[in-house]
């Protein structure tokens, strides 16, 4: 069935404004009175949480789960105060209610773990987030694990021998007996904003790790390049698929890892590289193309990439011949706009600098960072804040004036992209104030 709701973790924090964050429930039905508007908000009970990437909880994808298992609980981990939620949307999917909280002292004394990122359930039912530093805020990978049943904090993950120096995203394919995760930043440097300064220092990671998913060991390192910071991790939906790809924010790269033919290892290759732009009246000559997310179609035909500073999002179709095709491309924001403070002096892709957009009256702000698609593929929705420190650093309008979450048309033949001109949610119009909002999940599943 089509998505009927959406949920979106928004925050306040770097935006001025002392209230604490919240989950947006939108209504995405085009027959309701409500559709494109928030018509419920579930705040936290505390401040400056910064509530990042939402994961459903076991019942999505668990082997063990049974065919009857519906998303009915979201875990929502905080990306600086460490703190995790557990959110029921099963009861109420319109109205949903936190059931439990563990405070960030759990997880510092238990795990010796902080600045949680990314959630998945793994295959036997437990959580799995994959966290960045330690409660210091040094770089430090790994995992924390949650009791499927009770969501009580079990420990961690990994081998202690075998945890990287930072983390970020990860997914896995259990017939493959095999987990990859990618290498994120050190969190109290990125906690600073973005430094030119810090290039060349090891502070953003360069590694993509394989994992043995059964024995929760460490495998594999591949170097993907200086400061290149591989954050986001998808494999292809089929589950016999040994391949996936993953997205380097600060090189523009984006790499295809697999199993070749009959051997044990892995192995990656540059499939993609989008080019960066010299630039005047920016903090550095040139700007990077930033990958925030990625995204692959359920029929695993396509992937969608978000390129956070340029401003816009690429559709690629994925070939038997293992290099994609770029078919489809639309600017919904980003820092090379005409008329803003930024001069593109020279261009491998453009002739001209884009337009702003401008929906329902409203100019959109920001670059699109998080992505999410329907499960037809054909409605691809996006967000605008990628954290909150850097939002306020790349893009001071948008903490003034709110994030917004919109609708991109999918051509699902030809391919292709175009902006809904009749769906937009404005999240600068919140009762307490412009927030930012970040991840989406789909009530009915998604493509992540």
């Known amino acids: 069935p089509r998505e009927e709701v959406a949920y979106v973790t928004c925050t306040y924090r770097s935006t001025g404004i002392d209230q604490p964050d919240f989950l947006a429930t939108v209504d995405l039905n085009p027959r309701s009175a409500h559709y494109g508007q928030v018509i419920h908000r579930l705040p936290v009970p505390n401040l400056k949480d910064e509530l990042y990437c939402a994961g459903w909880g076991p019942a999505c994808g668990c082997f063990e789960s049974g065919a009857a298992a519906k998303r009915t609980k979201l875990v929502l981990p905080s990306l600086i105060?460490?703190?995790?939620?557990?959110?029921?949307?099963?009861?109420?999917?319109?109205?949903?209610?936190?059931?439990?909280?563990?405070?960030?002292?759990?997880v510092f004394w238990?795990?010796?773990?902080?600045?949680l990122a990314v959630t998945h359930a793994l295959p036997n039912g437990d959580v799995l987030i994959?966290?960045?530093?330690?409660?210091?805020?040094?770089?430090?990978?790994?995992?924390?694990?949650?009791?499927?049943?009770?969501?009580?904090?079990?420990?961690?993950?990994?081998?202690?021998c075998d945890v990287p120096p930072t983390g970020h995203d990860f997914w896995y394919q259990a017939r493959h007996n095999v987990l990859v995760s990618s290498a994120g930043v050190v969190p109290r440097v990125a906690g600073r904003g973005f430094n030119p300064d810090d290039l060349k220092k090891g502070i953003f990671g360069r590694r993509l790790n394989v994992w043995n998913?059964?024995?929760?060991?460490?495998?594999?390192?591949?170097?993907?390049?200086?400061?290149?910071?591989?954050?986001?991790?998808?494999f292809l939906h089929n589950p016999d698929a040994a391949e996936g790809y993953v997205g380097c924010a600060l090189s523009g790269a984006i790499f295809r890892f697999y199993k070749p033919?009959?051997?044990?290892?892995?192995?990656?290759?540059?499939?993609?590289?989008i080019p960066a732009k010299n630039v005047s009246g920016w903090i550095m000559p040139q700007m990077p193309a930033f990958i925030a997310d990625l995204i692959i179609s359920p029929d695993d035909r396509f992937l969608y990439v978000s390129n956070w500073l340029h401003g816009d999002i690429r559709q690629y179709e994925l070939g038997r011949s293992c290099k994609p095709r770029l078919v489809g491309q639309v600017f919904v924001g980003g820092s090379i706009l005409r008329g803003g403070p930024v001069t593109v002096c020279r261009d491998e892709e453009l002739k001209c600098q884009p337009e702003p957009l401008v929906?329902?009256?409203?100019?959109?702000?920001?670059?699109?960072?998080?992505?999410?698609?329907?499960?037809?593929?054909?409605?691809l929705y996006v967000?605008?804040?990628?954290?909150?420190?850097?939002?306020?650093?790349?893009?001071?309008?948008?903490?003034?004036?709110?994030?917004?979450?919109?609708?991109?048309?999918?051509?699902?033949?030809?391919?292709?992209?175009?902006?809904?001109?009749?769906f937009l949610v404005d999240f600068g119009k919140e009762p307490h104030g412009p927030c930012l909002a970040h991840e989406i999940r789909l009530s009915g599943g998604d493509a992540k």
Do not use: H
């Open 261 to 273: 033919c009959e051997a044990n290892n892995w192995a990656v290759e540059e499939v993609i590289r």
């Open 130 to 160: 994959a966290n960045m530093g330690d409660a210091a805020g040094n770089g430090k990978g790994g995992f924390v694990v949650l009791d499927g049943e009770t969501f009580e904090l079990k420990g961690n993950w990994e081998n202690d």
């Open 383 to 422: 967000t605008n804040s990628f954290y909150s420190t850097w939002d306020r650093q790349f893009y001071p309008s948008l903490v003034k004036e709110g994030s917004a979450m919109l609708q991109i048309d999918v051509d699902t033949d030809k391919g292709g992209l175009t902006v809904n001109e009749n």
């Open 359 to 379: 929906i329902k009256c409203k100019r959109v702000y920001g670059g699109p960072a998080m992505l999410q698609l329907s499960l037809d593929g054909k409605r």
């Open 110 to 115: 238990k795990c010796d773990k902080g600045y």
């Open 81 to 106: 105060s460490s703190r995790i939620y557990v959110v029921d949307v099963g009861s109420q999917c319109r109205a949903p209610r936190i059931i439990k909280m563990i405070e960030p002292v759990d």
């Open 213 to 234: 998913l059964s024995c929760r060991s460490l495998t594999q390192c591949f170097d993907l390049g200086e400061d290149s910071l591989p954050l986001t991790v998808r």
